[in-house]
């Protein structure tokens, strides 16, 4: 069974910094990939960056290319979604995903098997 676990969120000033991560377990297919996304409050779920080919391969959405960055660690199955110069429009509950196929873009949750429980990011101005 597979399992997304997330952490890192917490409440941060604008400009700064936060690394969230996604620790995966149960994972049986041959490569790991992992989106993140994020939801604010009223809004649509939406898809922010994806690590995907064994880590060669990302994408991320118009609206955070720059100071988005995603990562992943193999050896502990975990990637990473480093994000800085914070914007309070950043403000949202960040989850991990993981699909059992290819997905196309811009990514949709519809594709998405597999969530974590989700991370809380306020960032205050």
């Known amino acids: 069974q597979v399992r997304l676990v997330e952490s890192g969120g917490g409440s941060v000033p604008a400009g700064g910094s936060l690394r969230l991560s996604c620790e995966v377990s149960?994972?049986?297919?041959?490569?790991?990939?992992v989106a993140w996304f994020r939801q604010a409050p009223g809004k649509e779920r939406e898809g922010v960056a994806y690590?995907?080919?064994?880590?060669?391969?990302?994408y991320y959405a118009d609206s955070v290319k720059g100071r988005f960055t995603i990562s992943q660690d193999n050896a502990k199955n975990t990637v990473f979604l480093q994000i800085d110069t914070l914007k309070p429009e950043d403000t949202a509950i960040y989850y991990c995903?993981?699909?059992?196929?290819?997905?196309?873009?811009?990514?949709?949750?519809?594709?998405?098997?597999?969530w974590g429980q989700g991370t809380q990011v306020t960032v205050s101005s």
């Open positions: 149960g994972w049986t297919y041959k490569y790991l990939r």
């Open positions: 690590i995907y080919n064994d880590g060669r391969t990302t």
């Open positions: 995903a993981a699909p059992s196929a290819s997905v196309g873009f811009p990514l949709s949750k519809a594709h998405f098997e597999y």
